[in-house]
């Protein structure tokens, strides 16, 4: 089978096409890799079950975007693959 023809990886949620992120449905951890849009991620960070991974490079002040709707801003870069959370977003609802 080529790579091609891979479906997206089961143990990520994507909730919009628009997404930057996929919510993973069960924790993920450093080295393992997901088949996402038709290209492989490796995971960086330990991705608990509900929480978000981010599919592509995001620039500090770009916005994550959830449910095709931007949650909040990253406040540093995030690459493919790590963990998106408190520590590198900022809410766009919440003080934070």
Same mark, same amino acid.
């Given at each position: 089978?080529?790579?091609?023809? +891979?479906?997206?990886?089961?143990?990520? &949620?994507? &909730?919009?096409?628009?997404?930057? $992120?996929?919510?993973? &449905?069960?924790? &993920?951890?450093?080295?393992?890799?997901? @088949?996402?849009?038709?290209? @492989?991620?490796?995971?960086?960070?330990?991705?608990?079950?509900?929480?978000?991974? *981010?599919?592509? *490079? $995001? *620039?500090?002040?770009?916005?994550?975007?959830? %449910?095709?709707?931007? $949650?909040?801003?990253?406040?540093?870069?995030?690459?493919?693959?790590?963990?998106?959370?408190?520590?590198? +977003?900022?809410?766009? %609802?919440?003080?934070?």
């Amino acid at each position: 089978m080529n790579n091609t023809s +891979l479906t997206n990886d089961p143990r990520l &949620l994507r &909730l919009s096409p628009e997404d930057n $992120i996929r919510v993973a &449905l069960q924790e &993920l951890t450093p080295g393992q890799r997901v @088949w996402v849009d038709g290209q @492989w991620v490796q995971v960086l960070d330990r991705i608990p079950t509900g929480h978000k991974l *981010a599919i592509q *490079a $995001i *620039a500090p002040g770009e916005k994550v975007i959830k %449910y095709g709707c931007p $949650i909040g801003s990253a406040t540093q870069p995030i690459q493919p693959g790590q963990h998106v959370h408190t520590h590198n +977003l900022r809410s766009d %609802y919440l003080p934070s």
